[in-house]
């Protein structure tokens, strides 16, 4: 059995929705993470994938501190994060790194490259002496692939792709153990984020790192996942190895968006089996009651309105959170 590195149980984010301009009152709450559970084992990579507004990001952020928690436990290496105070909060920032998703905005214009990846060694200051950064930071940018030679270059005068190992080289600067990819491919050419991909891939096999990779791309979770985890509007409504998601559904969400990925094969496309949602995606400030998904499902029944499915094994297989979870060759 591997053993787990980040266990979350329970974790709820919801932000205050309030209104007037001098005495702000709550009026309500958008319910952006609502008891989610998951666990990330050493040198694994766990896939998120969902429509954009489940909580994808918003889960990244309040695994990476920077968004307090409204309710929930999370534990790194047996450690409780949100109890983190001091010296060890300042020693878990070394341990979890991000990658963010756009890599024009994630890079200061006003900073070379030099002076990006090696930022981190300036806020601890422990990791590297200060005469041995620039060989450092060299280092870096050939382990992603970029010109040593290039450190005194700026953002501006990258593509997209470059820009993004840049980022890579920055999070992978303070050796972390986690690293959360947010979308880190979603803004890149085809062809740039199979390179992009494959790098990730590489660094795993040579580090040992274990990443929590966020996407809406189905394909490229499938690439680099070991398990993956199906959100919808705050939930996990299915979770499982990268064979019972892609091969196995169970969950009417996953199985509708597993049969939206194109298909490149032309002869195949008119033999598949196209699942078209109707509705649309609910408000998180006033998510249906029992199954989120039900207003958009067709095997919801009475049951499905007054009864929260519990995310547990269905059928002998994998947990799925639906009352009527059954097998269904989508793709």
């Known amino acids: 059995m591997a053993e787990p590195i980040l ?19 709550t009026v309500g709450h ?25 909580g994808k990001s918003t889960l990244a952020q309040v695994l990476m501190r920077l968004e307090p928690p409204t309710a929930g436990v999370a534990r790194f290496e047996g450690r409780d994060i949100f109890g983190m105070k001091g010296a060890e909060l300042r020693k878990l920032r070394r341990d979890i790194q991000i990658v ?16 990006i990846v090696g930022e981190p060694y300036e806020i601890h200051t422990e990791v590297a002496p200060k005469g041995d950064r620039q060989r450092k930071v060299q280092e870096l940018l050939e382990i992603v692939g970029l010109n040593p030679e290039h ?56 580090m ?8 809406h791309d189905l394909s490229v979770v499938r690439h680099l996942s070991n398990r993956v985890a199906v959100m919808y509007l705050g939930k996990i409504v299915e979770i499982g ?13 996953t199985q509708a968006l597993l049969s939206a990925v194109p298909v490149p094969d032309p002869t195949q496309r008119g033999r598949r089996d196209v699942i078209r ?12 009651s029992g199954c989120r998904f039900r207003t958009r499902c067709w095997k919801a029944q009475d049951i499905c309105a007054t009864e929260v499915p519990e995310l547990v094994p269905r059928n002998g297989g994998h947990p799925a959170a639906c009352h009527f979870a059954e097998e269904r060759a989508v793709v």
């Open 7 to 25: 266990e979350v149980e329970g974790l709820v984010k919801h932000f205050p929705v309030r209104v007037g301009v001098l005495f702000k009152r």
């Open 30 to 54: 958008v319910q952006a993470v609502d008891g989610v559970s998951f666990t990330l084992n050493k040198g694994e990579t766990l896939g998120v994938v969902g429509e954009s507004g489940c």
């Open 100 to 115: 963010l998703q756009d890599p024009y905005t994630s890079l200061n214009p006003r900073m070379t490259v030099g002076d």
């Open 151 to 206: 450190i005194n270059r700026y953002p501006h005068q990258f593509s997209g792709g470059q820009r993004q190992r840049i980022g890579i080289a920055r999070a992978l600067a303070l050796k972390p153990k986690v690293i959360v990819c947010d979308e880190p491919v979603s803004a890149l050419d085809v062809s740039i984020q199979a390179q992009v991909m494959n790098l990730l891939g590489e660094l795993q096999a040579e």
């Open 208 to 215: 040992g790192l274990s990443y929590l990779f966020i996407a």
């Open 241 to 253: 190895t990268e064979d019972d998601i892609y091969e196995r559904p169970m969950h009417p969400y």
């Open 277 to 288: 949602l109707t509705g649309d995606v609910p408000s998180p400030i006033d998510p249906p």
